[in-house]
């Protein structure tokens, strides 16, 4: 059976958010009360991300040299990218964070050539603008996880999943096998829904090798 493995990025991949991380540094306003609306479900996240980055002034360049040692990976990274080639299972990160700082956290490690489904990012003086593409290229504002999951699922992939927050409920009740930690993994504890629970991504590394 074809496999593949679906992997939230902010949280999942590395250890803390690097989208607050930003925020934090370079919003202009209250973008932790837009989030608080997010948690409560008053807004989307993609209107949260919509709102919260038009606050950010900072060009591209000043971002990701700002991000350059600040974000730390989860132990174990790039050994289950080797390990996912060595299996032939295609891995790939669909994530509410932003395209452009994912892929430059992960090219200290030259793996920002990775297939990445994530917020597309246009930088102005007035703010940045975020929006997230389905697999037609079609705008979404919600659901961008599980419409992929949908897809691969269609495309008859076992689909393996790997979260950490409320985002990622949708999707990995989807999955054949998910990964938790985090937010994720307490409402699957909660609820006594199935799940793997990890700590660093070796953890991952090991339960695939029992597929």
Same mark, same amino acid.
């Given at each position: 059976?074809?496999?593949?493995?679906?992997?939230?990025?902010?949280?999942? *991949?590395?250890?803390?958010?690097?989208?607050?991380?930003?925020?934090? /540094?370079?919003?202009?306003?209250?973008?932790?009360?837009?989030?608080?609306?997010?948690? !409560?479900?008053? *807004? @989307?996240?993609? !209107?949260?991300?919509?709102?919260?980055?038009?606050?950010?002034?900072?060009?591209?360049?000043?971002?990701?040299?700002? %991000?350059?040692?600040?974000?730390? #990976?989860?132990?174990?990274?790039?050994?289950?990218?080797?390990?996912?080639?060595?299996?032939?299972?295609?891995?790939? *990160? #669909? @994530?509410?964070?932003? !395209?452009?700082?994912?892929?430059?956290?992960?090219?200290?490690?030259?793996?920002?050539?990775?297939?990445?489904?994530?917020?597309?990012?246009?930088?102005?003086?007035?703010?940045?603008?975020? +929006?997230? %593409?389905?697999?037609?290229?079609?705008?979404?504002?919600?659901?961008?996880? /599980?419409?992929?999951?949908?897809?691969?699922?269609? +495309?008859?992939?076992?689909?393996? $999943? #790997?979260?950490?927050?409320?985002?990622?409920?949708?999707?990995?009740? %989807?999955?054949?096998?998910?990964?938790?930690?985090?937010?994720?993994?307490? $409402?699957? +504890?909660?609820?006594? *829904?199935?799940?793997?629970?990890? !700590?660093? %991504?070796?953890?991952?590394? /090991?339960?695939?090798?029992?597929?």
């Amino acid at each position: 059976m074809k496999t593949l493995l679906q992997c939230d990025f902010d949280g999942s *991949i590395t250890i803390k958010d690097a989208s607050f991380f930003l925020l934090d /540094e370079y919003a202009s306003g209250d973008w932790r009360s837009l989030f608080q609306d997010y948690k !409560e479900g008053r *807004i @989307s996240v993609g !209107e949260f991300n919509t709102r919260a980055f038009a606050m950010v002034k900072a060009d591209e360049a000043t971002l990701t040299r700002t %991000l350059q040692g600040k974000v730390q #990976v989860r132990r174990g990274f790039p050994r289950m990218v080797s390990y996912c080639k060595e299996r032939g299972f295609r891995l790939v *990160i #669909v @994530s509410n964070g932003l !395209e452009f700082y994912i892929r430059e956290v992960l090219k200290k490690f030259g793996l920002d050539n990775l297939e990445i489904h994530a917020a597309k990012t246009e930088f102005h003086p007035d703010g940045l603008r975020v +929006q997230y %593409l389905g697999p037609e290229g079609e705008p979404l504002d919600i659901g961008l996880k /599980e419409t992929y999951i949908k897809m691969y699922l269609r +495309q008859g992939y076992r689909v393996l $999943y #790997v979260g950490n927050g409320d985002s990622d409920v949708a999707a990995a009740a %989807l999955a054949y096998k998910t990964f938790a930690t985090g937010d994720l993994l307490k $409402y699957f +504890q909660e609820n006594n *829904i199935p799940c793997e629970p990890f !700590e660093d %991504l070796s953890d991952i590394i /090991e339960a695939m090798k029992l597929l």
